[in-house]
């Protein structure tokens, strides 16, 4: 089973800010890794795929990259509506189909 | 725009089973592929299974292994409604157990539409 392993756990950071988040695979998964917004309340939303493509509808500021263990989604300029916990998924070596433990964006 | 509205929470007893279903609007069932994730509250997220149209000869469900024997997926296309059924229950089941549509890319699922939710709550 692959592990992705998320840091920081908690980001606290400012409106405006740039916010990068980390996502470390145990084992290479190639580009087969997706990263999703979570609120409070509410079901994952899907922002990146394939590592680097953004879904449908999801604003420029949000970047994904990264390739075989280790990944990055970047936030360049925090608006009030991205403060939440982001995970990371994998589908490249299945069953399981895996996901990180989440790093919580907070308002600093 | 793929719309899926699952059934409400429960309150189960430890060894009970509960069965989730996922109803598919926008779209049907068959040209989808529903998988299920849960997420312990506060917690991270947990594949649970899904349809692989690429597994057998027709597509098969794939079982997360540690639900083996305890964990069933059915579909029904006549009404475009998925269930989910998990037997054995304990408190370790307490969860909300999510429905979403896989997107099949070159090796595998990510996951674009989401049903809302369904909290089972496993308690004596």
């Known amino acids: 089973e692959i592990v992705l392993t998320q840091s920081p756990g908690t980001l606290s950071l400012s409106l405006g800010e740039r916010a990068s988040l980390s996502c470390r695979a145990s084992q290479s998964v190639g580009s087969d890794l997706a990263w999703y917004q979570q609120k409070p309340g509410q079901a994952p939303r899907l922002l990146i795929y394939?590592?680097?493509i953004r879904a449908p509808g999801i604003p420029a500021r949000f970047r994904g990259s990264g390739s075989r263990t280790d990944f990055t989604l970047t936030i360049s300029s925090l608006e009030p509506e991205d403060f939440a916990v982001y995970f990371c998924?994998?589908?490249?070596?299945?069953?399981?189909?895996?996901f990180g433990g989440g790093t919580r964006v907070e308002i600093k | 725009q793929v719309q899926l509205i699952q059934s409400g929470a429960e309150v189960k007893k430890p060894g009970a089973s509960v069965k989730v279903s996922c109803k598919v609007s926008?779209?049907?069932?068959?040209?989808?592929?529903m998988h299920w994730v849960r997420q312990v509250p506060g917690k991270g997220l947990e594949w649970l299974g899904g349809?692989?149209?690429?597994?057998?000869?027709?597509?098969?469900?794939v079982y997360a292994q540690k639900f083996q024997g305890r964990l069933t997926m059915t579909e029904d296309t006549s009404t475009d409604t998925a269930h989910m059924e998990l037997s054995s229950l304990k408190s370790e089941d307490t969860a909300v157990y999510y429905c979403?549509?896989?997107?099949?890319?070159?090796?595998?699922?990510?996951?674009?539409?989401w049903g809302q939710g369904t909290l089972v709550t496993v308690s004596s």
């Open positions: 998924q994998q589908h490249h070596n299945w069953p399981p189909i895996t």
């Open positions: 394939d590592a680097s």
């Open positions: 926008g779209d049907s069932l068959s040209q989808l592929s």
């Open positions: 979403a549509t896989g997107v099949l890319r070159y090796s595998g699922f990510d996951y674009h539409d």
């Open positions: 349809f692989d149209p690429e597994h057998g000869n027709d597509g098969e469900t």
